[in-house]
């Protein structure tokens, strides 16, 4: 019967495991009331701040702030140019890149925290989200506060019924830097590898299109180690359509795409795609982004067409401003 007036109910185990931890918590409040959804009940009122304007937000679907948010975006070429340089084998593929920013922006509103770069845990890039080159398609980014700092995040899609998870992540708004430390840069010593970016990656090895060609030269290219500059956008623009909110939570998702498909010299030939990333301390966008950033990545481990790098990216004095743990590429 709550169910038919639309309230979830809380489950007896449910019930059981809030009250333990409400007994067991010195600072919990006199008077606690604990619910499911509860969509259209005229009695019940929440706090509902406005929403950040952001690319992400723009349509929530259901809504219990520093709770829960589910959003739902239509994409397509026009609304989301970005797409039109992400085209492979006659299909438009939403990057990697823009669902972590995707996946921030909803986050961040669920939990009021949007001044904050988040740690990305537990990244999985399970299915292709495909938009069709003159269509468009639907996705819904469902964010669950589960601790004080940490947002459950994923991504469904119209074409799985938005039933099937295809982009998931746990966000953690710690304020922690990124650590320092391997994988290191080339000695400054060490001759600029003779290979030019533009002319020999991309377009033919490489399928990225303009927003995300962000390569300018290696310092070492070889079968398990990568060490290259790659030039940012200090000020992100042209992501989306003029008439949407442009303004981006993390620093440039063309840098950020960079040091993914930067990996491909090591397996030339085969197109190097991401399935997942263990960690990731992120760069938030801002002023104090540099022009130019130089990362390093070094083959952690292989297991036939899989292969795994850690990252370390640093500004011109050799502070790491962004760290990869464990991103997994499959060939």
């Keep these: 019967s709550l169910s038919r007036e639309g309230i979830a109910p ?20 006199v ?41 739902e975006i239509e994409l397509n070429a026009g609304t989301d140019p970005y797409l039109a340089d992400h085209l492979l084998d006659g299909n438009l593929l939403l990057p990697a890149v823009i669902g972590m920013e995707a996946m921030t922006q909803v986050a961040a509103a669920a939990a009021g925290r ?9 990244a999985k890039f399970l299915r292709p989200i495909v938009v069709p080159p003159n269509g468009s398609t639907r996705i819904r980014i469902a964010a669950t506060v589960t601790a004080t700092d940490t947002v459950d995040v994923a991504i469904h899609a119209e074409d799985t019924g938005f039933v099937a998870e295809h982009f998931r ?36 090895v490489l399928f990225q299109g303009a927003r995300f060609r962000r390569l300018r030269r290696f310092h070492r290219a070889a079968a398990r180690h990568v060490d290259a500059e790659v030039a940012v956008q200090q000020r992100p623009e042209g992501w989306f359509a003029g008439f949407l909110p442009g303004e981006l939570l993390l620093a440039d998702p063309g840098m950020r795409d960079a040091l993914m498909h930067g990996n491909q010299v090591c397996v030339p030939n085969a197109t190097l795609l991401p399935s997942g990333v263990e960690r990731i301390h992120t760069l938030g966008a801002g002023d104090h982004v540099p022009a130019t950033l ?4 070094v083959e952690r481990s292989r297991d036939g067409d899989t292969y795994v790098y850690d990252i370390a990216v640093r500004d011109e004095h050799g502070t790491v401003v962004e760290r990869w743990d464990g991103l997994t590429l499959h060939a």
């Design 10 to 29: 809380v489950s007896p185990d449910q019930g059981v495991e809030i009250l333990l931890r409400l007994i067991e918590d010195p600072d919990a409040p």
């Design 31 to 71: 008077v606690t009331v604990i619910s499911g959804r509860t969509e259209g009940i005229d009695t019940v009122r929440r706090d509902l701040p406005a929403l950040p304007l952001l690319r992400f937000t723009g349509n929530p679907l259901v809504r219990y702030h520093g709770v829960e948010l589910v959003t």
């Design 114 to 122: 949007t001044g904050t770069a988040p740690v990305i845990e537990g």
């Design 169 to 204: 992540a746990r966000l953690v708004f710690s304020d922690a830097e990124a650590p320092d430390g391997p994988p290191l840069q080339a000695p400054d010593d060490t001759p600029v590898v003779p290979l030019d970016p533009a002319t020999d990656l991309y377009g033919s």
């Design 294 to 297: 130089r990362y390093t990545a």
